[in-house]
């Protein structure tokens, strides 16, 4: 068999590295997306946003489910989740989840938010208290005329049990106590923001800023907004494509983005 001349050598060879370089490229197409599970508050208000520029800065392509930030946590201890977008603070997740963290887990904050209440334009109440909210929730104040509003019964719109937000209103407004028995549980926040703008008698605590870019026909009602952070939430050491997004996420040019 004749050898191969050198011209021949040198085309295989080129063949060979364009064969490497198409299939590293391949690869880097068809790598699996960064998999999120969580709050669907901080998917609009931060990961939304700023995705575009995160794919673009980081290379990371993100696969969000916004499940609520409880059911965040109980992927990422499953394993279906890469990370855990959070709007209530770690601990009190764990005590949503019923399981204690054997202290693998680590909270990565990105942003501050306020949880305020919000009632219907056309309602007359003012600022309600904390206290006053407390009695709201609790099933304690079942009027509006004993809040300042017209002699008409409340109805209270709490989110599922999936939410963080709803765990920060209970246990900042109610020490952990159950809800009015009669509350109106929502499946996302907006069915909360269409509810209260479409009722005079309904109330909802969600978040400011979610509130501010979607509500229409709302008022805050709110005397003392409840603090809190939206987090990344990650187990053990994350990986490098979880790095990446998460110093993006911390940055100042990605914080321009936020809502």
Not at 10 to 38: W, Y
Not at 238 to 257: C, G, M, R
Request: glycine share 8%.
């Amino acid at each position: 068999m004749t050898a191969p001349g050198p011209a021949r050598i040198s085309l295989m060879k080129a063949a060979a590295a364009a064969a490497l370089l198409f299939f590293a490229f391949a690869g880097a197409a068809l790598a699996a997306p960064l998999s999120l599970s969580g709050s669907p508050t901080a998917q609009k208000r931060i990961l939304e946003p700023s995705q575009k520029e995160l794919q673009k800065k980081t290379g990371v392509t993100i696969d969000m489910t916004a499940a609520g930030a409880i059911r965040g946590i109980k992927d990422l201890m499953a394993g279906s989740a890469g990370a855990a977008l959070s709007d209530c603070p770690l601990a009190l997740a764990f005590q949503e989840t019923g399981v204690p963290t054997e202290g693998t887990y680590r909270e990565h904050v990105i942003a501050q938010d306020q949880v305020v209440a919000i009632v219907n334009r056309g309602n007359k109440v003012k600022k309600l208290t904390g206290e006053q909210l407390a009695g709201i929730h609790s099933g304690k104040i079942t009027n509006w005329k004993d809040v300042g509003g017209p002699d008409e019964r409340i109805v209270v719109v709490i989110p599922p049990q999936s939410s963080g937000t709803r765990a920060v209103i209970q246990d900042s407004l109610l020490a952990g106590s159950a809800f009015v028995a009669n509350a109106y549980v929502t499946v996302t926040d907006i069915e909360a923001l269409e509810i209260v703008a479409k009722s005079p008698i309904a109330i909802a605590m969600l978040s400011e800023g979610f509130v501010k870019n979607n509500g229409k026909d709302l008022k805050i009602a709110s005397a003392h907004p409840i603090k809190r952070q939206l987090c990344v939430i990650t187990k053990n050491e994350p990986t490098e494509d979880l790095k990446k997004v998460i110093k993006f996420l911390q940055s100042s040019d990605a914080k321009k983005l936020f809502k």
